[in-house]
């Protein structure tokens, strides 16, 4: 694996409510001048996945509850879209000079729990985290499998900030076709020392470097990476998440 090629496929359009991801996917491809093989790695952003699952809400359709109401008063923001983040919430992490950091039902601790109107079209509309991101990934994965005959990996990414550290960085939050953790734990270094603890999150390193491909504000959703042998294996996004046992900030 001394080297990776990263193409961003272009010419998806507006991804609409119920939309077939895997065809829009597939004439991109086509119009990108690439085609899938065994092996590759498909990474798709989160936004245009939850746009296809209808995982909208329109902010003038939420009515906000008293917390939503107080909140939004102390820190003179919109309360319906704190409603949201709150009904997004599975566990509230810190709330503090207007930001929410809260866990989301899949586990994940990020900023709004996810809810987000960026690249999303029209005033007012925020966008949700798919209701269960790896059965996403794997609809596609299967989907393209049935389409093109190949095998490929498939991470659904999103963008989250990480604690002592500025900047966003893109994260898988959905796997299908591969093992997100390379576990190199019984290995040893080039010096002959065991390694004990190394298990390195190949799925969150896919996302962010398909990221580079893709851009902010490019258009360009949906980016395919040949050339890395993934781990072999049936995993999920789940196992990316540290156990509450194991986390020494809860």
Not at 182 to 192: N, S
Not at 203 to 212: F, G, I, N
Not at 213 to 224: C, D, E, R, T, Y
């Amino acid at each position: 694996m001394s080297e990776l090629r990263i193409v961003g496929l272009r010419g998806i359009p507006e991804v609409q409510p119920g939309a077939d991801l895997v065809a829009l996917i597939l004439a991109a491809a086509e119009a990108t001048g690439v085609g899938f093989e065994d092996g590759d790695i498909l990474v798709v952003t989160q936004k245009i996945v939850s746009k296809a699952e209808g995982r909208l809400v329109r902010v003038e359709d939420v009515v906000p509850s008293p917390l939503a109401e107080s909140l939004g008063a102390r820190w003179g923001k919109d309360p319906r879209r704190i409603e949201v983040v709150l009904r997004e919430s599975a566990r509230i992490v810190r709330m503090d000079r207007g930001l929410i950091i809260a866990e989301t039902r899949h586990g994940f601790v990020c900023a709004n729990a996810g809810v987000d109107e960026s690249n999303v079209a029209g005033e007012g509309v925020l966008a949700l985290l798919p209701l269960d991101p790896d059965a996403s990934a794997e609809r596609i994965r299967a989907g393209i499998r049935e389409r093109t005959g190949a095998q490929v990996g498939v991470v659904i990414s999103d963008t989250f900030g990480r604690p002592w550290r500025a900047g966003l960085t893109d994260v898988a939050i959905g796997v299908a076709g591969f093992l997100p953790l390379d576990d190199f734990r019984g290995r040893c270094d080039p010096y002959g020392r065991e390694l004990k603890v190394t298990m390195v999150a190949v799925a969150d390193e896919l996302a962010s470097a398909a990221e580079l491909a893709a851009g902010k504000v490019a258009g360009i959703p949906a980016v395919l990476i040949r050339g890395y042998r993934a781990p072999a294996g049936d995993g999920n996004a789940r196992q990316l998440v540290r156990a509450p046992e194991h986390d020494l900030f809860r």
